[in-house]
């Protein structure tokens, strides 16, 4: 983030959609089952037409016994027709609360083929999707499949499909399996899943790359100390260095962790007493620069005013993404700002967000090479911030509405680390030597690989991270 945006165009670019839905859940299994074990599961389909490039099968999985379940122990299989005797398939999961990397798929051709099946796709767990407790549930699996060659696939014709089925509801023609005995669902006749003569196909291996790796991060933390942190791939700056005011420090201990509104949030002070050596900076990234395209969100509460002494510092409270600038005008330069200043710089007299994506600069002579958007205005307190990225543009909307769109020539050459941090301009806003400090809070982050999600998707996804228990995932591959 540097220290002035230059205005550029903007054009509009479009989001994918992915209709989420969901629905109570009743225990009306196929086969009765001991009292102690029992499981439903809900389906619904993303993709409703009778053919399709992929199909959309996702699912719900629900405990309805009365003990607790290991995912690991329990095997969900979906029945189709095979678009050819030759046709070989590819599975990948596009998002799962439990995690995609909890999630596996396989494929398997059937004993007993039917009108309708000759095939089926077996999802299982792996142990780090961890249990299921009586009445919960898995939360979505979004899974999909594909022929290996891409061809368009039928799936009218597949057992286990319903086209009218756009949202959760239970349905039988999927078996669900616990420790190998089938505790719902109806498999196409003569094709008892628990056969062990059932012959399977190795060479249709579970595909998850193409994206859809997911960080998220609840900032579940004790202090700018708690191991955790680190191990969640996170550095509390504590080095010199710019942006900001010449002398600042960056203050690790000015990093804390506080309730608010149900949720912990990430706390990170800005103070100052008029001078260098008496400003003390706040800064949170990631360690590692593996992030690159797809879908950034975070939920921030900005300020006005601070919570002690006089106001009117050019103060800086931002999220963004960045790279590292290799040699001044270097063309593999990448940044992704929301800023907002609450009370002016950089010539504005007042309250001004700016979203900005960069392409380079020069530090010495100043020079910048970016493109940005801007509203005037008060954006005191809590507020959705959602940055996507594509092959086409950079796009970033503010509580659910388009703030602004960023040409391709702005698009990220390579990776980024993902970055919160609070700073001031100069001393120029106020002069006074009074102390004052001023806060910034971050509720969540979120970050999808190659998808472009649309801010209702993301609510969707970080309510069901919540629902589900889970305060943190990274399943993104370093780069």
């Known amino acids: 983030m540097r220290n002035r945006p230059t205005a550029g165009r903007a ?59 290991q995912l690991s122990q329990v095997k969900i299989r979906y029945y189709f027709k095979a678009d050819s005797p030759n ?14 990397a909890a999630v596996t798929g396989t494929f398997g051709t059937l004993g007993n083929p039917t009108a309708t099946a000759d095939r ?18 898995t939360g979505d699996l979004q899974l999909r499949f594909y022929q290996s060659n891409w061809q368009t696939l039928r799936q009218s014709d597949d057992y286990s499909f319903n086209g009218a089925q756009t949202s959760y509801g239970n349905w039988d023609k999927v078996t669900a399996q616990l420790a190998g005995a089938t505790l719902w669902g109806a498999a196409p006749e003569g094709n008892d899943p628990t056969d062990p003569t059932d012959p399977t196909d190795p060479t249709d291996p579970t595909d998850p790359p193409g994206g859809g790796q997911t960080l998220f991060d609840d900032f579940d933390y004790a202090s700018h100390t708690d191991p955790a942190l680190p191990a969640h791939g996170w550095s509390v700056r504590s080095n010199s260095g710019g942006p900001g005011v010449p002398g600042a420090t960056w203050d690790p201990s000015k990093v804390t962790f506080v309730s608010a509104g149900g949720n912990s949030v990430m706390n990170l002070e800005t103070s100052t007493a008029g001078t260098g050596a008496s400003t003390t900076q706040t800064e949170v990234l990631t360690k590692s620069m593996k992030f690159k395209d797809g879908t950034y969100a975070a939920r921030v509460k900005f300020a006005d005013t601070p919570k002690s002494g006089p106001d009117g510092d050019h103060l800086v409270q931002t999220f963004f993404t960045i790279n590292d600038l290799k040699a001044p005008m270097a063309d593999d330069y990448a940044e992704y700002d929301f800023e ?11 309250d001004i967000l700016y979203t900005t ?95 472009v999600l649309t801010p209702a998707e993301v609510a969707a996804r970080v309510a069901g991270y919540r629902a589900a228990g889970t305060g943190f995932v990274d399943e993104v591959p370093a780069s």
């Open 11 to 69: 054009r509009l670019a479009l989001a994918l959609s992915v209709l989420l839905g969901g629905g109570a859940l009743t225990a009306l299994p196929a086969q009765a089952a001991p009292a102690a074990d029992g499981l439903a599961v809900q389906y619904r389909t993303s993709a409703s037409g009778a053919t399709a490039d992929q199909s959309e099968p996702w699912f719900k999985v629900r405990n309805t016994g009365s003990s607790t379940v």
């Open 340 to 350: 907002y200043l609450p009370n002016g710089g950089w010539g504005e007299p007042s």
């Open 120 to 137: 089926y796709l077996e999802i299982g767990f792996t142990s780090a999707a961890g249990t299921l407790a009586p009445g919960a549930d």
């Open 357 to 451: 994506s960069w392409e380079t600069y020069n530090p010495d002579p100043w020079q910048a090479v970016n493109q940005h958007s801007e509203r005037r205005g008060s954006y005191a307190g809590w507020h959705d911030l959602v940055v996507t990225i594509d092959d086409s543009a950079i796009t970033y909307y503010v509580d659910g509405q388009l703030f602004g769109t960023h040409d391709a020539q702005y698009l990220p050459e390579r990776p980024m680390s993902i970055n919160f941090n609070q700073w001031l301009i100069d001393l120029d806003g106020q002069t006074s030597a009074a102390p004052r400090a001023y806060d910034q809070q971050v509720d969540y982050v979120l970050h999808v690989k190659d998808r």
């Open 87 to 100: 046709a070989s398939y590819r599975f990948a999961c596009s998002w799962a609360v439990r995690g995609c």
